[in-house]
Structures are given as C-alpha cells and as structure tokens.
C-alpha cells in the first residue's frame, strides 16, 4: 500500500510555484532551499497534484513547467452540503472562468475521495501587501468604477448611512440566507422596520438576522474607526454571534478549542497560540492593503480559512468585507442573488486547495450584482442634502435625544434650541431646528432605523404620555 503523501507537503509545492507567474521547471523547484526531497519525490508530488488538478503542465520533457493558471488565494465556510453538485456544461453561468469551472470539477468528488489537508500556513505568509494580488489591476480597476457613487470626499459613512434603510434588508437577508436561514425577504423586512416576527421561524432564525442588523448599524455608526484590528473584528463577531453560541464568553473572543467543519477534509489549527499569531497576522497585512476591493476579498479568503471563532466565522468575513466600502463611500456588497451552491463550492475550493479562482469569480459577480441593485436605489433617493450630511451627527443625536426621553413635540423645541445653541455654529441654527422638527414629524417605524432607534423606543414615544405632540 503506497504511503499518503502530508497534505502539507502537497499545499507547500503549490505556495512555491505561486511565485512563478509563468509557472516553474523541475529543475528551477529542485535549486530552492524550499525544496529538500529528491528530483524523483519531487516528480510524484508534482504528478500527484496534476492528477487532481491543483497543477497545470504546460510543454514537455525538459522543458515542461507547472503552474497555477493565477494567482489568487481562499476563503472558507461551515457547510451545510457535504458534496458540491456539478452543473452541466451548457447549465453553468457564463460568469465562471474556466479555472473555477476545473475546480467545481475537483470539488464535485465525494468527500471520501479527496485528500484531507491542514491548515496552511504558507498560504498567509506568501501575501506581501500591495506587492501581491489575488484581484489582477484590470478587474480592480472596473470594480472601482462600479462602485464609485460620487461621495468619495465625504466622511467615512456616508453613503453607507443614505442606503441604510435598504442595505438593512438586504445584507441581512442575504447573508443569512447563505446560512440556511428560510426567512423571506419580505418576512425579513417586516422584522427589521416592524419588529413582525412570523409564525414558524426558530428563534435562532430570528435572532441571526437582529444580530446582522446591529452589526451593520456598528459599521455605520463607527464608520471613522472601524478597521482591519482586533477591536472592530471581535466586535462584529460579538454581536453577529450574540445569544447564538452555548458559551456567551466566546462572543467577540478568538477561540482556544478545536472546531471541526462539516462537509470538508480540511482541519483548522487547534493551537491557542499559533490561531492568536495567525489572526493579528491576518487583520495586519489586510489594514497595510491599500486597494480597497482587494483589501475585501483578502479579508473574505483569509478570515473564514483561519476559522478565528468558534463560530459564526463566514458571517464575519462577510461584513468584513464591507468595512473597506464603508470607509472609502463605496457601493456596498449586499451578496444578493448570490447561489448557495456556487458560494459554498468557493470556499470549501479555498479550504482544500488554496485555491481562490472560483471564489474570487463569486466575489466578482455578487459585487456587479450589488451596484446594479444600489444604482437603482440611488436614483430613487436623488441628491443628497448638503446641510443635512454636514450636520448628520449632530441630527441624528438630536432626533434620537427627543424619542429616547420621550418628549412631546412641544416641550421638545425648548430641548432643540437649548441644544442646537451649545453645539451649532449661529449662523445654521435656525436652520438645524427646522430639519430637526421636520424629521420628527415625518419619523414613523419604517425609517427609525436611520437614527438607531428600537421599535419599542419609537413605541414609547408614540404614547400620549411621552410625545405625539402632547
């Protein structure tokens, strides 16, 4: 019986060859001081990896090289199928490249027939920021150009906050629909703006799709700090994960056990020490990246692969990739429409082989998908108010200051213009007051979530006691 060959060694030849973009000869493998197995154990591990087609040959005898076809890197996932199902040809999106398409190959065999691997270190330690790209320059560039929506010098934030309404419902249905999560749209939509839970959804349904909510409102609300350090990561993670996992100390904190995922060969790192060095490694090289579309799809690869929590780990690779859209006022991705199918085989693609192209083919297309969705949620808007987003802070705490103490419109004047006083240049504050009592005539529960206000605050408010002007 043929020795197996360490899924290690197999996954290190392949980071080796990565630094040859035109691929690289036996004898160019053999002269790395990486390389310390004879030139026929070297030719088995080669072959082996062509077999199973992590590996490329091009040209014969000598001058045969092996490659990957690009350059690109992972992401992961807890799935729920165990075996990707392969699409015929002709049934297949048009949007997968060919290399996706030879890894929905590989990944279509039965989990028993494909090669358990670890956790590959080598696969982080080869990124060098700005210097490698999982995203070639021509695709970044036209994602740039999608997503600009013309707020580029505007504070961080802003154009997060002026889709918030729609983006609530959309990235938390979508995301939690990659869960397995069976709230509708609609259903989702009447728990975010009513507080409307439906009959026959779980309470850990429910409770998913209110835990994305505040993450996002987070993300919005801290849109000038949060960033690729442990504080806004562990941060997301505490409140996507709120009352979901059996130990609530594990909210928001890098795991110490063993986790196992299903549907998969590939075994996470188990080591406290090495999952701490390897996450700050992680939230390091992604902060030095300056490309903003890179920057997110490194994030989607490389957090999920890591598994950083005990859970919930997809979840937070998801929002993560929306911190680099919320700071530089960029479309964000809302990962509507994306199939679960194609999203699941992309990471568990990322997981076993390293392998990023079909992965980054789903990134690419849930990203198109998402502008066309928000280019037409920006025409219904119209322009933005200048008066209103130089003074968005200031507006929001005043609104949210007359419902949360529950003043009647009345009394709430005298409040305003004592506060508009000690915060509000002269020269506006006549101004402010206007808008300020404007939007507390027209605030009704379908649009409180632009100033993070509970349904049951706007409730209370509501009643003769506090406000409706009494």
Not at 117 to 133: K, Q, S
Request: charged share 25%; hydrophobic share 40%; net charge neutral.
């Amino acid at each position: 019986m043929p020795l197996q060959v360490p899924a290690e060694e197999l996954s290190a030849i392949r980071q080796i060859i990565r630094r040859f973009p035109d691929g690289a000869s036996v004898g160019e493998l053999l002269a790395l001081p990486d390389i310390s197995f004879p030139k026929r154990t070297l030719q088995r591990r080669l072959d082996q990896l062509v077999s199973e087609g992590r590996l490329t040959p091009k040209g014969e005898g000598r001058a045969r090289r092996y490659l990957i076809r690009e350059i690109y890197a992972p992401a992961e996932l807890d799935p729920p199928s165990a075996v990707v199902r392969e699409e015929p040809r002709d049934l297949e999106p048009e949007w997968l490249s060919p290399e996706a398409r030879a890894v929905r190959k590989v990944m279509s065999r039965p989990v028993n027939q494909r090669t358990p691997v670890a956790y590959n270190g080598h696969f982080l330690d080869a990124y060098e920021p700005n210097r490698t790209f999982y995203l070639p320059a021509a695709l970044r560039d036209e994602l740039k150009m999608l997503g600009q929506v013309g707020l580029e010098e505007l504070p961080a934030g802003t154009y997060l906050r002026r889709v918030m309404d729609r983006l609530l419902v959309d990235l938390s249905w979508n995301s939690s629909r990659l869960e397995g999560n069976t709230y509708s749209l609609l259903e989702t939509e009447r728990l975010l703006k009513f507080d409307q839970t439906p009959d026959g959804k779980s309470a850990k349904e429910t409770q998913m799709i209110l835990n994305h909510k505040a993450a996002i409102e987070m993300l919005a609300d801290q849109a000038d700090e949060v960033g690729f350090n442990p504080y806004t990561i562990c941060s997301v993670h505490a409140l996507l994960s709120d009352n979901l996992l059996s130990d609530t100390a594990a909210c928001g904190r890098v795991r110490s056990c063993a986790v196992g995922i299903s549907g998969t060969v590939y075994y996470p790192l188990e080591i406290p020490q090495q999952i701490d060095e390897r996450f700050r490694q992680i939230l390091e090289k992604a902060n030095a990246i300056e490309d903003p579309f890179e920057q997110a799809f490194f994030a989607m690869v490389h957090l999920p692969y890591l598994q950083p929590f005990e859970d919930v780990n997809k979840r937070v690779s998801r929002l993560a990739a929306n911190i680099p859209m919320v700071r530089h006022n960029l479309c964000p991705l809302s990962f509507i429409d994306v199939d679960l199918n194609h999203y699941v085989g992309a990471t568990l693609a990322v997981y076993e082989l390293n392998d990023i192209s079909y992965l980054r083919d789903v990134f690419v297309w849930a990203y198109r998908r998402s502008c066309t969705r928000y280019a037409v949620v920006r025409q219904t808007l119209g322009e933005p108010d200048p008066f209103r987003l130089k003074y968005r802070t200031e507006l929001g705490n005043l609104v949210r200051g007359v419902v949360q103490e529950r003043l009647g419109l009345y009394v709430a004047d005298e409040w305003i213009r004592k506060q508009v006083n000690k915060t509000i240049p002269e020269t506006d504050r006549e101004q402010m007051r206007k808008v300020v009592r404007l939007e507390l005539l027209t605030l009704h529960e379908g649009n409180i979530a632009r100033y993070r206000l509970r349904p049951s605050e706007f409730k209370a408010w509501k009643e003769p006691k506090g406000g409706n002007g009494s």
